[in-house]
């Protein structure tokens, strides 16, 4: 059967009836895309414009220059150009010669050229025309590309002037990012004069983050000292209103009597003298043992969280030797130890620790004179890094042996040892109204256990309940004051290290029912509910302080089992590959390591 086409004749053959027809033909016709077709399109189109062939609009800019296209085209890439030419159609007032206001022509030709191509060039020279031009023709890809581009040239001397720029543009995205970018950089800002051109008001919205980069609050109230200096004449009457958003309580000691009180627009003004009177106040109070962080925004640390912070492990030792107990830092960056500040009472050994928002670190109850102590001391860690430790209320019920966790800013004490009876007693103290009180007891006396908290739940691990080494786990519910058992270890485990890692529960070490110290660790997943067995250890440890760190597990010191030898070595597991590493670290603390804690420490912090 013919089938016609134009002039020439292309003849098929049609299957008859008795003929399988194939399966491509009963199928549904597919569609087929030439990816190609619209670029070429396009192409054709361009070259059409920058001919002048069948343009059918002229577009004028303030300087004269006109610019020719199709409408259609415009019309197709561009909300303004639709309503522009939509409505005079509409209005039986067709026009093909209208003149855009405020607009160069070269970010005009540049935007004409991308609505033909779909290419456009951002640099240094044009992006700040060509991002309100885009902004104007509403050409939404256009503006994020610019606003990109933007953030990558942000720096200390222009950031404030990119955020002013983001803001009259109402670019939301951008503006956040310049926000962001002072406030991580703020230390390198203040010192362009770019913030000593700033208003009054923009510098009260950067020092009042919570969030600002300030390593110590010295440099906040430097650097409102400096911008009150710039322009003093007129800005000295300021200076109180600036000074409430410094928190001048966190600052050191040492430096309000040096440098603070010897500021001459400090003495000048009676207003900023009761700030000083403030700070100072709140120094003398650190020294009180009920000594409890006051509520106001004066007192409270900026939680600033990028890469100026470190994290480094407060590690708590004894010293077999000297009889004496050491706190040092400890850094798995650099394997490096320094210096920390020492407890107040040097023969309290094995204390619970506790720390609270980050902040303050609590040594609670211990061996102290060879019998079980309630004493408690606490380290704030806020303000120019170390305190010295100052006592805390003491606990309920003496305790040795014992586990420590913290809920919802609460410290719990859990079971252990009082100089008689193994404890099922648990107490819990809260910071807020500096208390201690009793909780539900345990189903079961445990000491020499471990705590570990996941989930906002507490779970006890292990221990001895003054007969036999335990496998038994039970956890807490603060919500309902009430324990629970829950799935029992593979093998028994007294002085069992826990941590707690990527929602999961990991109880390293410890010692069976007899004199056998493990290597061993098992592994639990609340959500799974059973125990198993991970990589063992290299060497065998009971009373071991396990810290989570960097999404590594750190096992550090205890006992081994030879001799009851003290260690002093740290380990390390890596979860990912189940394979445990040997750190070798320099200037090893002398004696056994019994526990640590991670805390943030500013890079600029000076070997105690």
């Not at 080494?469 to 039970?474: R, T």
Request: net charge negative; aromatic share 10%; glycine share 6%.
């Amino acid at each position: 059967m013919p089938i016609l086409c134009g002039k020439d004749i292309i003849t098929t053959r049609i299957p008859c009836s008795t003929e399988q027809v194939p399966k491509t033909i009963k199928s549904k016709n597919p569609k087929y895309r030439n990816n190609s077709h619209i670029v070429d399109v396009f192409e054709v189109l361009q070259s059409l414009r920058k001919n002048k062939v069948l343009c059918d609009i002229t577009l004028e800019t303030d300087d004269g220059m006109t610019v020719m296209g199709h409408k259609v085209v415009l019309i197709s890439a561009s909300p303004y150009f639709n309503k522009m030419f939509i409505s005079l159609e509409d209005n039986h007032n067709p026009k093909d010669h209208f003149v855009i206001k405020e607009l160069d022509s070269k970010i005009l030709e540049l935007l004409i050229d991308y609505i033909y191509t779909g290419e456009i060039l951002v640099t240094k020279e044009n992006v700040q025309d060509l991002l309100p031009a885009a902004n104007l023709l509403q050409l939404h890809y256009v503006q994020d590309i610019c606003c990109e581009f933007l953030q990558t040239l942000l720096d200390p001397l222009n950031c404030h002037s990119i955020k002013a720029f983001a803001k009259l543009h109402n670019c939301m995205k951008l503006l956040s990012s310049s926000k962001a970018y002072i406030k991580k950089h703020f230390l390198d800002v203040v010192e362009c004069d770019e913030f000593l051109s700033l208003s009054f008001e923009d510098v009260i919205k950067i020092i009042s983050c919570d969030d600002l980069n300030a390593p110590f609050e010295e440099n906040v109230f430097e650097c409102v000292i400096n911008w009150v200096k710039y322009d003093i004449n007129s800005r000295k009457h300021m200076l109180h209103k600036l000074m409430k958003h410094v928190r001048l309580p966190l600052v050191s000691k040492k430096y309000i009597l040096k440098e603070v009180l010897n500021e001459p627009l400090m003495k000048i003004n009676s207003k900023c003298k009761d700030y000083i009177i403030e700070a100072l106040e709140f120094q003398l109070l650190k020294s009180e043992p009920l000594f409890t962080i006051p509520r106001t925004i004066c007192f409270k640390p900026r939680q600033f969280s990028f890469d100026n912070i470190q994290k480094v492990i407060l590690v708590f030792g004894w010293c077999k030797k000297w009889k004496n107990c050491w706190t040092k830092l400890y850094d798995p960056a650099t394997n490096q130890w320094q210096l920390a500040p020492e407890m107040n009472n040097p023969l309290r050994r094995s204390a619970g620790l506790a720390i609270i928002k980050h902040n303050f670190m609590f040594a609670v109850g211990g061996v102290h004179n060879c019998t079980s102590s309630d004493t408690v001391e606490m380290l704030n860690l806020s303000s120019d890094f170390f305190f010295s430790w100052v006592e805390s209320v003491d606990m309920l019920v003496p305790r040795i042996r014992f586990g420590v966790g913290v809920l919802n800013d609460c410290i719990y004490a859990v079971g252990g040892f009082n100089g008689i009876d193994d404890l099922d007693e648990v107490e819990v103290f809260d910071v807020s109204i500096q208390e201690w009180r009793m909780v539900s007891s345990m189903s079961t006396q445990r000491s020499n256990h471990g705590i570990g908290v996941l989930d906002n739940i507490l779970y006890a691990v292990g221990g001895y309940d003054g007969k036999q080494s335990l496998k038994s786990v039970e956890c807490y519910d603060p919500n309902l004051d009430t324990w629970t058992t829950v799935a029992e270890m593979a093998v028994c485990r007294k002085g069992v290290g826990i941590g707690v890692l990527d929602g999961v529960i990991y109880a390293v070490g410890g010692q069976d029912d007899g004199n056998v110290f493990h290597k061993s660790i098992e592994a639990y997943r609340p959500s799974v509910g059973v125990w198993t067995f991970i990589a063992d250890m290299h060497l065998r440890r009971k009373y071991a302080g396990v810290v989570a760190f960097n999404d590594l597990l750190y096992v550090m010191g205890g006992k081994h089992s030879e001799n009851l030898l003290d260690l002093d070595s740290i380990e390390c597991y890596n979860p990912k590959t189940d394979t445990w590493k040997i750190m070798s670290t320099e200037s090893k603390p002398n004696g056994r390591i019994y526990a640590g804690a991670v805390i943030n420490c500013p890079k600029s912090f000076q070997t105690y």
